[in-house]
């Protein structure tokens, strides 16, 4: 197969190296490795054992750049600053709230890269002159945000901050969900702050505006669905109950080898196909169930009756079904066609 060659994307994303999702996933794992990965306790206070994987994408190269394993007690703020070992200028990175650390951002600020992260509501907030800003006032004044202002009571990071509203019937449905869980007891203040998306980020609005900042971040949904093609499909929580703590280990860092090898030799190069010759877009979670049960189907068909029956094979059952709700591809596609429109304009 023909290599992964970069599209519409690379409007999108021209200017950065790489563009670097971070994001984790638990592996529940069998009781006895609970001295080696504590996991949560339930009501009972009974320990679980749960290993916590970090993976950091690139999906701009479609690649993986990094994957580490720690117990479940090694939180996402603990390893925010994990990603400046591998990280250089000109590189972008997407996180949720969770990696929010000021410290690490101003640290990815100096080494000359970027990143893009929802606003965490405990940071304190100045204005461009360090006077302190609140910002759900300015928000309930002005309706949205596209300003220069400072974070951290030390740093006085300079930041874009860049809010948009969500639909009330959103709002009301974050503001149930965040009730409802038992970890978090909002304030009134920050259940109104819910009523908008709020992003921090170095980027300058010459190359991304607020509405590409919102679409860009959605992207970040894609490391969900690499997390589902591990767990069902790879079988990345899959361990038979005589095996061994190193057993187990090897089995999950195989696995996700074979995870990456299959985003380099199957997925990324079947997507250029398909794309290319077919004008159709490969489904990951598709494929990764596709490949596990029969890639003993591919190998066997001679090569002489007809090269292309297997790519049209994958094509035809991997595909993404036709709906109105955009895929990944098609929601890449269409930013960046935006974006070669914005530059002709």
Known sequence: M???EPGHEDALFSGFGRVLLQDSSVLPLPAFMARYYKGSRNGYDTASSQAKVQAVPDIKNRSYVKFDISSFTRNDQSAAGDILEILTAGDVVIRDPGYFVTGVLSRIHRVG????????????????????????????????????????????LAVRIVTLPVPAR???????LMRK???????????????????????????????????????????????????GDFGITSYSHL????????????????????QITVYSPLLYLMKSRYKRKVSLIKLASFFTRYHWLI??????????????????FCA???????????????LGEQKNDNKLS
Not at 118 to 136: E, M
Request: proline share 4%; with cysteine.
């Open 320 to 334: 993404y079904d036709k709906r109105k709700r955009l895929n990944y591809e098609d929601r890449l596609e269409m």
């Open 2 to 4: 023909q290599a992964y």
């Open 181 to 231: 869980d038992t970890r978090y007891c909002p304030s009134a203040r920050n259940l109104k702050l819910l009523g908008w998306m709020i992003f921090i980020t170095n980027i300058p609005e010459e190359t991304w505006d607020a509405r590409q900042i919102g679409e860009i971040y959605g992207l970040r949904w894609r490391i969900e669905v690499v997390f589902k093609a591990w767990k």
């Open 113 to 156: 890269a970027f990143f893009l992260s929802r606003y965490h509501h405990r940071s304190s907030v100045f204005d461009a002159k360090c006077v302190p800003l609140d910002i759900l006032e300015v928000l309930t004044r002005n309706g949205q945000l596209d300003t220069w202002i400072r974070i951290g009571a030390v740093e006085k």
């Open 170 to 176: 959103v709002a009301n449905k974050r503001r149930r």
């Open 299 to 316: 190998s066997p068909v001679p090569q002489s009756i007809d090269k292309d029956f297997p790519i049209e094979i994958l094509g035809y």
């Open 243 to 262: 095996a061994s703590r190193h057993q187990i280990e090897s089995i999950i860092y195989t696995r996700l080898i074979y995870a990456l090898l299959f």
